[in-house]
């Protein structure tokens, strides 16, 4: 197990450029298993949760080449339709395997699973939306069984919502599974999630027929087969936001290179009314720091509201505002383990029924904190690059996940950042279960 070292307190500066999008190539990747023929996948970031991912897909008869930032993938003859336990609980974005296996092969054996740190995170939806295309769905022995009818899925009418509004990974499967149904579907209260329209150009670009990715409402007319592809995956909008955040918490004008602003309107005007501006030309983004940043309220929803997945970033930067900041988590009420280990480093936050109060301190204080899922992480590492003194961040397989050899990155722009191995650890300790993400 590895640590990070980080002597913190001193700017940052030159540019950065942004990876390709874990969350869309999680996803992406999975169409694979609906086509025999080949697909190339670029702009692939080289990640712990995309390498879960692609063993995953081996297991599922998926050969794999993995050359730089290109996947390349084909389906071998002699496949089976089971995505076992030691690879699901890595990584819960392994059921995404689900919509397009049922799809292609009429069946899929799916781990549940299991428990998640950042709060519970059914699958309800993904199952309901299935079970509506006319799949059988049984859960066994902590597995999910899902069987295509005998004459294969029919198009429905799909409403998608739950408790907490739409569903990424269940759009991305229903969708996934809807493309090789008979007739069509539609479905309402679909993710609007830049990924799930990657997701819907890349099955497009391979033969499907999806219209409405982006808006609430997708249509999809099903197709017989699919053929093969050729796709790069957006940028990283959320790996961008760390980006700017570690540039607006080290008074840095870093310039984040490569990602779509558009993907990033509201973390851009909530730096904004913090009083950080960020100065747009073409694809690179530059922070234009300020002394130090205003409080401000924040509500994390589905896109194009401001994203769960940058909530624990801005709290480390609203940690050193002046005045008093309030955050709402909508998607993750219990996903706010970045708090404690933050205010061991200074902070003033107290959390209660999903809101965070963000009382601004002057500076952070370098101390010993522990990594536990990786936006928290990413927050603590944001934190640290400002902190005075040292920081000691523990348990960084969890940083690991979604942000590619994030030290060597940083240290290109001047960060003081080691990765050292955690005393008393060997290196071969076996992944850790349940990650976010
Ligand atoms: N939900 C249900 N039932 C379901 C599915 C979801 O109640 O069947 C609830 C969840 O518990 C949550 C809300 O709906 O309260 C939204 O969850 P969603 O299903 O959209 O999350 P996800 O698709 O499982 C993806 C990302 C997460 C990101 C969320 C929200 C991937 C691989 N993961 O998860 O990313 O937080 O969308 O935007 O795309 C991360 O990268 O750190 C991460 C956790």
Same mark, same amino acid.
């Given at each position: ?16 450029? %942004?990876? +390709? ?7 992406? #990747? ?20 995309? @390498?879960? @991912? ?12 993995? =050359? ?17 336990? !030691? ?6 974005? +392994?059921?995404?395997?689900? +919509? ?28 309901? $939306? &299935? @079970?509506?295309?006319? *799949? ?5 022995? $902590? ?12 198009? *429905?009418?799909?409403?998608? +919502? ?5 569903? =990424? &990974? ?6 996934? *599974? ?29 033969? *499907? /027929? ?17 053929? $093969? ?21 080290? /008074? ?12 990033? #309107?509201?973390?851009?005007?909530? &730096? ?15 922070? %234009? ?21 940058? @909530?624990?970033?801005?709290?480390? #930067? ?16 219990? /996903?706010?383990?970045?708090?404690? !280990? ?31 899922? &990786? ?6 590492? =944001? ?23 994030? !030290? !060597? ?29």
């Amino acid at each position: 197990m590895d640590q990070f070292v980080i002597d913190g307190g001193h700017p940052l500066s030159g540019s950065i450029a %942004v990876s +390709g999008s874990k969350n869309a190539s999680l996803p992406i #990747l999975a169409v694979s298993v609906m086509t025999s023929d080949a697909c190339v996948f670029r702009n692939v970031p080289r990640l712990r949760d995309v @390498q879960t @991912q692609v063993k995953i897909l081996n297991t599922l008869g998926v050969e794999s080449q993995w =050359v730089r930032d290109a996947i390349t993938t084909r389906v071998r003859d002699d496949y089976n339709s089971t995505a076992p336990y !030691e690879l699901v609980k890595q990584m819960r974005a +392994g059921v995404c395997v689900l +919509g397009p296996l049922v799809a292609a092969r009429g069946e899929a054996v799916v781990s549940l699973p299991g428990g998640c740190v950042i709060g519970e995170r059914p699958i309800d939806l993904h199952l309901r $939306g &299935l @079970q509506a295309l006319g *799949a059988e769905i049984r859960i066994e022995h $902590g597995y999910v069984h899902a069987k295509a009818p005998k004459g294969g899925l029919k198009g *429905a009418e799909i409403y998608l +919502g739950g408790r907490f509004g739409s569903s =990424v &990974l269940a759009t991305d499967n229903v969708m996934c *599974a809807a493309v090789l149904a008979r007739g069509t579907t539609v479905i309402e209260c679909a993710a609007c999630e830049p990924e799930v329209v990657d997701l819907a150009e890349c099955l497009n670009s391979m033969g *499907a /027929r999806i219209e409405g990715a982006g808006s609430p409402r997708i249509t999809i007319h099903g197709v017989r087969r699919l053929k $093969g592809c050729d796709w790069a995956v957006i940028p990283d909008r959320i790996e961008a936001a760390t980006f700017l955040i570690a540039g607006a918490l080290t /008074r840095s004008p870093i310039t984040v290179k490569g990602a779509r602003a558009q993907h990033l #309107l509201a973390v851009i005007d909530v &730096l904004r009314q913090m009083g950080v501006e960020v100065k747009r030309k073409g694809q690179n983004m530059t922070v %234009v720091p300020v002394e130090r940043p205003k409080a401000y309220e924040v509500t994390t929803l589905p896109f194009p509201a401001f994203p769960t997945d940058v @909530q624990s970033q801005i709290m480390a #930067l609203m940690a050193v505002a002046t005045g008093t900041s309030v955050i709402t988590e909508r998607i993750y009420p219990d /996903r706010f383990m970045a708090a404690a !280990e933050l205010k061991r480093m200074g902070a003033n936050i107290s959390v209660t029924n999903g809101q965070a109060v963000v009382h601004g301190v002057e500076s952070l204080a370098g101390a010993e904190v522990m990594a536990s899922d &990786l936006r928290a992480s990413a927050a603590l590492v =944001v934190a640290a690059l400002a902190a005075h003194g040292q920081t000691r961040i523990s348990r960084v397989y969890h940083i690991d996940r979604g942000y590619e050899r994030i !030290e !060597e990155r940083l240290r290109r722009l001047g960060a003081r950042i080691q990765r050292v191995r955690e005393p008393g650890t060997t290196g071969d300790e076996p992944a850790q279960a349940a990650g976010a993400g």
